[in-house]
């Protein structure tokens, strides 16, 4: 059974850069689409890019100026960097496979982890 | 961007109730909507993809229809674990976008 597990910083301050890491157990991060996804208080979830075993990405374009992802397929993990955050970039934060490419379902997910934005 | 619309944003009903949930996209998007189920203080998980294809293990109570611009989502005999949050998501364009969920109390 794969398992993810985010972790990295629970508070950034604002103008700083967010930084995560999604370890993948259970399971290779080589072949697969590995996403980013997250979740303020109350609202709906929104996507914020994925990226494939060989480097390859997409980011939301709402997000694209300030967001980087990258992948370690040696240490079997992913990470997600947002720079210049604000209180809006609150939430909480969800990595996530694409487990059929061709319909791009999320079919595992990590358990999540609470970033807070404040000084 | 694709806008994902659900209906109704939260209902009550009783165990062994027939439940329908709608999600609408603002734009096609052919057969690419999939559906979870998050329950409070955890991830969502998937149930239905392609529309209408059951996740592996997911209880076949479940079911999903649609293609175009028009989805649902059917619980037939509702079960007390099914109650949380349900969000259609389309994979039809990039950005990747979530239904604004629907909240399912179990009378």
């Known amino acids: 059974q794969v398992q993810l597990q985010e972790s990295g910083p629970g508070l950034v301050k604002p103008s700083e850069t967010l930084s995560l890491t999604c370890s993948v157990s259970?399971?290779?991060?080589?072949?697969?689409?590995w996403n980013w996804i997250r979740q303020p208080a109350g609202k709906r979830l929104e996507w914020i890019g994925r990226?494939?075993?060989?480097?390859?990405?997409i980011y939301n374009p709402s997000l694209e100026s300030r967001v980087t992802m990258s992948v370690d397929t040696s240490k079997n993990q992913f990470s997600l960097k947002l720079t210049s955050v604000t209180a809006a970039d609150t939430a909480m934060y969800y990595c996530?496979?694409?487990?059929?490419?061709?319909?791009?379902?999320?079919?595992?997910w990590g358990q999540g982890t609470l970033v807070t934005v404040s000084s | 961007d694709i806008q994902m619309t659900q209906s109704p944003s939260s209902l009550s009903a009783s165990v062994g109730d027939r439940v329908t949930i709608t999600c609408r996209a603002s734009q096609y998007s052919n057969s690419y909507v999939n559906w979870y189920l998050q329950k409070p203080g955890k991830a969502p998980k998937l149930l239905i993809y392609?529309?209408?294809i059951l996740h592996a293990g997911v209880p076949s109570r479940f079911s999903g229809s649609g293609s175009g611009t028009d989805f649902t989502l059917t619980i037939s005999g509702l079960q007390p674990e099914d109650f949380g949050t349900y969000y259609c998501?389309?994979?039809?364009?990039?950005?990747?976008?979530f239904g604004q969920g629907t909240k399912l109390d179990i009378k």
């Open positions: 990226i494939y075993s060989s480097g390859r990405t």
């Open positions: 392609a529309a209408s």
């Open positions: 996530a496979r694409i487990g059929n490419d061709h319909y791009d379902d999320f079919d595992f």
């Open positions: 998501q389309q994979s039809y364009s990039i950005p990747r976008t």
């Open positions: 259970g399971g290779s991060v080589t072949g697969y689409y």
